[in-house]
């Protein structure tokens, strides 16, 4: 039997009966914990937001509850189930089944979260959104066969079950993908360091300075808008309508994140923050040399007190390999092929992800799009 079809089985005739949240959930805020802590802890400490807020020495919840923002920027819609004991902060509501015999908390918590525009419609606008608890009471929830406590049970329970099962297994994929894109990486970078380790005597060895020409970049805020990227040391900042420089090139920054080595081809500007290389391709070919500089450990060359930084004095007395250009070719080769399968893992990862999620959303607003007196039912 398709999951389909099983779902139409199981809600099939059934019977609704919509409650106001504040008749059938006790709806309650907590308060500040004595400390909050940066270490983990046996409890978590649950405020506003959308994650742990940090963490307590204490509860002040039992586990199995159901919690949603009351005050804050970006929480609001938000809603978490809470398995384990917590300590419940004075930000967020905490919402229990008065009666476990008639309405289940995981249930809830689905139906609720698959309703999160529900809560965002009560959200008041002015200094800092908010819920009221009065607002929030209102809600109304539906209670599938009321009239018959047993089947009602068993009817939130197979929803429940279903759902779990659904999160499960996309937790499980997710856990899949992300660790097979780790073991490709790790993979990756063992080749790239047995290509790119030379023995001494094995291939020539000279000074970054006697291959590469550093250069600084200059100021873009008197330029005007086009499409030839603006590069910093945290990547792309904007784009322009002039270059810097248009030959194939490596970006190596010199104040900030230190490591994020770029290899650019196209015509493009950079600031002062980061370096481009002006590359003697009868010596090295641009694409070796990128790969090259990405197997060293830049932190260590590090000269700032505070903010990474890296001079052109240090940079330009690295040693770097020189085989012959076509040994060189060879490894660049080799290297691109395992750059692509890792792009290529990366980029379908959160497209992957994306699509499981959706399958979960759409199942789970199919079992709990449940339809009002004269009301039509969503498609």
């Not at 990756?188 to 290509?195: C, F, G, I």
């Not at 002062?272 to 070919?285: G, L, R, S």
């Amino acid at each position: 039997m398709s999951s389909m079809s099983y779902m139409e089985k199981l809600l099939d005739g059934v019977e609704v009966e919509w409650k106001a949240l504040g008749d059938v959930v006790a709806i309650n805020t907590g308060q500040k914990p004595s400390e909050i802590l940066d270490s983990a802890t046996d409890f978590d400490y649950i405020n506003a937001g959308t994650s742990r807020s940090g963490y307590s020495a204490t509860s002040n919840c039992e586990g199995d509850t159901v919690t949603t923002p009351s005050r804050g920027q970006g929480g609001i819609g938000y809603v978490g189930y809470q398995k384990d004991p917590f300590w419940l902060g004075p930000l967020c509501y905490k919402m229990k089944s008065l009666d476990n015999a008639f309405l289940i908390n995981k249930y809830i918590f689905y139906f609720f979260q698959s309703k999160s525009a529900l809560l965002l419609g009560l959200k008041k606008e002015g200094g800092v959104p908010a819920v009221n608890k009065s607002d929030l009471a209102r809600l109304e929830i539906p209670i599938p066969c009321p009239d018959n406590p047993k089947k009602s049970l068993e009817i939130q329970t197979e929803i429940v079950r279903i759902l779990d099962t659904f999160t499960e297994l996309t937790t499980e994929l997710t856990t899949e993908l992300t660790t097979e894109l780790t073991a490709r990486k790790k993979q990756y970078n063992y080749y790239r360091e047995q290509l790119l380790s030379f023995e001494e005597g094995e291939v020539e060895w000279k000074t970054l300075g006697s291959v590469v020409n550093i250069k600084n970049g200059k100021d873009w805020k008197k330029l005007g808008a086009g499409n030839i990227p603006v590069y910093g040391s945290g990547g792309v900042m904007l784009y322009v309508d002039t270059f810097a420089y248009d030959k194939p090139t490596v970006l190596i920054p010199r104040k900030g994140s230190i490591t994020n080595i770029f290899y650019v081809e196209s015509p493009f500007w950079n600031v002062d923050t980061i370096y481009y290389t002006e590359i003697d391709t009868d010596q090295i070919i641009p694409k070796f040399f990128y790969y090259f500089m990405k197997t060293l450990d830049l932190m260590q060359l590090d000269t700032g007190s505070g903010r990474p930084s890296l001079t052109q004095a240090i940079l330009n007395e690295i040693k770097v390999p020189l085989p012959m250009l076509a040994e060189q070719a060879r490894i660049v080769s080799i290297l691109d092929k395992f750059d692509a399968l890792i792009n290529s893992i990366s980029d379908g990862l959160p497209r992957e992800i994306e699509l499981r999620q959706k399958q979960y959303e759409y199942y789970r607003d199919l079992l709990l799009n449940f339809p009002k007196p004269g009301a039509e039912v969503a498609a």
